[in-house]
């Protein structure tokens, strides 16, 4: 698994007290593809902000904040 992946996973609590450990195989491989998702969808996020902004206007972290409601 991918170091800064593993590392978002230990701030959100998945690998606190054996939590990951305790999960079964499927669940864990759903997590990992939700993250891989996740990274998929905010690299073409920002590809689409860098092809479609020209004026400024924020930044691209604001827009995929906003993009995610976060």
Partial sequence: MNKH???LMYH???TAQG????????DREAI???AELLVRECASRV???L???KDGG???GDEI???FGV
């Fill in 5 to 7: 992946i593993e590392g």
């Fill in 12 to 14: 959100a609590g998945l």
């Fill in 19 to 26: 939590c990951w450990d305790e999960m079964d195989a499927y």
């Fill in 32 to 34: 990992e593809k939700f």
């Fill in 47 to 49: 590809d689409n902000i």
């Fill in 51 to 53: 092809r479609e902004k």
């Fill in 58 to 60: 924020g930044t691209m």
């Fill in 65 to 67: 904040r906003e993009h």
